[in-house]
């Protein structure tokens, strides 16, 4: 009787061993399966991406290697809906909700440029949307401040932007800018005024440069560089029919 119980101690002991080693060997290539996902999904956004910067952005004259390389890095795919993901580096702006968009590449790389920045300088954003040209700031620049009106855009860009940990956020009307952190070197504005806010110009600090977008809604609109040089403000035509949403001033 013995020696049967024993001989039954050890089958049910190699049974077990025998379950162990499978469930293992199962967690081990769930394991690798997705390990090969995630290496084969970062290849893919990664491929998007270098082709977005070759083929949209330095093809178009954007020259800055800051921006450049900036956007290679960024991942803009992070900054949009689960849905829109392999969409993040087509060639146009995309839905963000609440109205809003992600501007279309091109149209960041030429902003972002267009700031002449160094590295040293502290920008202020009007409209955060879906966090992303913050994004690209923050990887060039010493300090972002960042204001964005529509609070469920704020909340859903606070999540993502908590990766920079050198962007400041605000929910409040960007029209007025953001008096306590002024005054500041860069100012750049992603939605379109009728007219240029008197206190975003107050709030440029000398030699500093803002970039935005003046005009009705619809492809009538002006981007502009406006400067602040020996005590005058300067402004520059940087294109003509751009389109980008209006500048919202009541909090949502």
Not at 74 to 102: C, N, W
Request: hydrophobic share 40%.
């Amino acid at each position: 009787m013995f020696k049967k119980f024993r001989k039954n101690q050890i089958i049910f002991a190699a049974t077990i061993l025998i379950t162990l080693v499978a469930f293992l060997a199962n967690l081990s290539l769930i394991s690798c399966n997705n390990i090969e996902k995630n290496t084969d999904e970062t290849d893919k956004y990664t491929e998007f991406r270098n082709n977005m910067v070759d083929y949209q952005i330095i093809a178009r004259g954007i020259t800055d290697k800051k921006v450049i390389d900036t956007m290679r890095k960024v991942p803009r795919h992070e900054f949009v809906d689960q849905s829109l993901k392999d969409s993040a580096y087509a060639d146009r702006p995309l839905s963000i909700g609440m109205g809003q968009t992600i501007s279309q590449p091109y149209i960041v790389a030429l902003m972002t440029e267009s700031l002449e920045l160094t590295g040293d300088e502290r920008v202020l954003e009007i409209g955060t949307g879906s966090g992303y040209q913050a994004a690209i700031l923050s990887e060039i620049v010493k300090e972002v401040y960042t204001v964005e009106i529509i609070t469920v855009l704020h909340q859903k860009s606070n999540i993502v932007l908590s990766e920079y940990p050198n962007v400041k956020t605000s929910n409040h009307d960007g029209y007025y800018g953001w008096k306590e952190y002024a005054p500041f070197d860069r100012i750049i504005v992603t939605a379109a005024p009728d007219h240029i806010p008197q206190p975003l110009v107050e709030q440029l600090a000398a030699g500093g440069i803002m970039v935005i977008p003046v005009g009705p809604p619809g492809w009538n609109q002006v981007l502009w560089k406006v400067e602040k040089k020996d005590g005058e403000v300067i402004t520059t035509r940087i294109t003509d029919y751009v389109a980008f949403v209006p500048l919202t001033r009541e909090i949502k």
